[in-house]
């Protein structure tokens, strides 16, 4: 009797490690399921931010090195500070090249968003950026991104399947390829980037206007026919709820200095404080 309890204690032990061998990036697996994703968009360049934002229920983090000052070595922080933690760091590049995808996965960020990704050229490119040879010209140099994602079936076999390809749409001229964007195989996510986007069309800021609309309309119709997710912005739980009707299922939301003064603000008010408005009183 007590060498069957043994046995099949070792066969749940053996369970359990298979197990651990099969771990998905839970941002792609809700993704697949259908399911909305949010994520903190993170400007300040410090772990201790990204590490609280990570656990605070966000499924993601956006790190954020093309508007904002963070450095790869800040970088490498604070995805080492995101470990154990919910939200998987995913890391949108100055420019939608190899060697920036390069350099912040060799940080172990687990996803790479690619600004004006506006031609089939550059969606095939974003995706080759992130896949090892032969699928994908990624360079082998992981000792760093090992230590974060130690992957028993290994690292190469593991980056493949987690990391997700993030493009961008934010131009008119992405508008007018987009059917052949979405058919390049590999992306995860197509994320609209509305603001820019406005701006290209020449209606800047008008995110209601038609032309926007009509744009947006084409991305998701394209996007649908391909079955890929549609990101955009959302910086409210009614502007999340809307455009789940919409068909979006990726969100950006609003970045920890926003996140920071939206929960400031009632207390304050409610002391009749506030900081100096810079329309009454310039600040230079």
Known sequence: ???RVVFAFMLLAAGVMEAQTEWENPVKKLLREG????????????????????????????IEMEHSPITLETLRNMILATRGLKAMPI????????????????????GVIFPFTSTPELARQAVAACRYGPEGGRGFGPGLAMFRWPAPEGYPQFADKN????????????????????STPGIDVMFIGVNDLSYSLGVGGQLDHPKEQEAIAKVLAAA?????????PAGSPEEVQRYVKEGFQFFQ???????????ARPLLQSLGKSGIDPRKQPLY
């Open 1 to 3: 009797m007590k060498a």
């Open 35 to 62: 399911k909305p994703v949010v994520g903190a968009t993170i400007t300040v360049a410090s772990p201790d931010v990204a590490a609280h934002a990570a656990n605070m229920g966000f499924d993601f983090l956006w």
């Open 91 to 110: 890391t949108r590049v100055p420019v939608n090249e190899l060697w920036t995808a390069k350099r912040v996965l060799d940080q172990g960020s687990l």
């Open 163 to 182: 990391v997700m390809v993030i493009i961008i749409i934010e131009q008119a001229r992405a508008i007018e390829n987009i059917g052949q964007i979405a």
């Open 224 to 232: 649908k026919r391909h079955n890929i997710p549609v990101g955009r």
């Open 253 to 263: 939301a609003a970045s920890e200095l926003g996140l920071m003064a939206a929960g």
